[in-house]
């Protein structure tokens, strides 16, 4: 679905990526175009390909990923994305998901954002610079730097793969960079009802990469289910 969506303006791009299906629930229009918005253009260093259906540099060996790939991560976690959730975003890059999960979780209208309702979304890169341009990207808006003041959003530098026990159980992990598996601390991370979506890297598969799906029921029995083949970069050990 890359390139397919690509528009002129946020609004456009944003309703391409609904009008093809990718987003589905009014909830995540909202979260990426409504009053709320989160702009693109705020997390792409070139902002002539801010609206672009495709990833782009943002320095550091790094990519904001593809709108389509934000939207469907959006639609797969949205039934845990609620007024009290815990949400960690693994590989948080440039900020931009980590912003619409907490639209999804702070909700975007006045009355929702007025509540303090205890939710939280936790971004976690393991590039230093990086933390601080997530950080400086979200204070390029108004209703992100409320985000960031309220304690709704926080962005830290740290190993990924370890997960961030300190702020968790999760309701929703979404991890950005491809794994080499299903980490054990990321699912022991989850809440009982909780889900991941993350990119891993089939052994044998010549860089194939899959998203797999993995529900923590209200039990704690594991499901998994592999969903669509991707491409994000890997889940490393920080550079030196
Ligand atoms: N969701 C981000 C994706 C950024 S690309 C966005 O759309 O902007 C993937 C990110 O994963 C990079 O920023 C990279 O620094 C980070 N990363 C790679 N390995 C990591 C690790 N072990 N721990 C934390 N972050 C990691």
Known sequence: MAWRCTGRTNAELISNLAASGLIKNERVLQAMSGRAKVDRAHYCPDSSSAYEDSPQSIGHGATISAPHMHASACESLLAFLH????????GSGSGYLTHVLANLVAGTSDAERTQASGGKV????????????ATNNMCKSTDGRALLEKGRVEFICGDGRKGYPEGGPYDAIHVGAAAQSLHAELLEQLKSPGRMFIPVEEQGGFGAQWIWVVDKDPDGKIRKRKSMGVRYVPLTDAPR
């Open 122 to 133: 936790i971004g976690i890169d393991h590039i230093q610079p990086l933390v601080t341009l």
């Open 83 to 90: 007024p009290t959730a815990r949400v960690l975003d693994i």
